[in-house]
């Protein structure tokens, strides 16, 4: 129970931070898509983007057998779009950023180099963060990993061991229950023979 109460709390965890970072990051996208589509079409992308990098992604991790080539250029393409519409979007927003400049050494170089680099640190990370979520929570809920399938066929396979060496032991001892009861029973009717063997010598009406 105890288990299965931290189980729920770490797939919760992780779905709740995915959630919060996906909508974040679909928000700014929205804007990205926005300078080449009317506001309700570029909401549609937004999501429609998030949710195909996310599903590209646990793919990816989960189908073992599929060719995955397609799979992940679509997903580097997906995400190469968020982290651009992020860009973007943080770039829009940037209004004084001369402190950061600062600390970070930057502020003997261009204006324009500076807000770039803020912009691409700010915006871009969001996806990849937001994917990284995603990938945590498959990794932690998807079935256990080669090695670990071995070793429970392994263990599977020395349990059937038992099982038939038990049954057969079973079965050995059945057949000396069955042969001893049959020596027994022998035993029993080579005795009976001999009684009436022996009454048959005493009986006398046959002694002449």
Avoid: C
Avoid at 2 to 17: A, D, E, P, W
Avoid at 179 to 195: A, G, V
């Amino acid at each position: 129970m105890k288990n299965r109460g931290i189980s729920i709390f770490i797939i919760s965890t992780f779905v709740l931070l995915y959630l919060v970072v996906s909508i974040i990051s679909t928000i700014h996208v929205i804007d990205f898509f926005e300078m080449t589509n009317p506001k309700w079409l570029s909401v549609f992308l937004a999501i429609a983007f998030e949710i195909g990098a996310a599903a590209s992604l646990a793919s990816i991790i989960v189908m073992d057998k599929m060719n995955k080539f397609i799979v992940w250029s679509l997903f580097f393409v997906l995400t190469a779009m968020q982290a651009i519409g992020n860009t973007y979007f943080a770039y829009t927003h940037l209004s004084d950023f001369s402190e950061w400049s600062d600390l970070f050494g930057l502020s003997e170089e261009e204006p324009i180099f500076q807000k770039r680099v803020l912009s691409v640190i700010s915006g871009a990370i969001l996806p990849l963060v937001s994917l990284g979520f995603i990938k945590a929570l498959v990794d932690y809920i998807r079935p256990g990993s080669n090695k670990e399938k071995i070793e429970e066929k392994a263990e599977e396979i020395r349990e059937e061991e038992k099982i038939e060496e038990f049954t057969e032991l079973i079965e050995s001892r059945e057949e000396e229950i069955k042969e001893e009861k049959t020596e027994n029973i022998d035993n029993t009717n080579k005795s009976r023979k001999l009684k009436d063997t022996i009454y048959y010598d005493l009986d006398p009406t046959k002694i002449t």
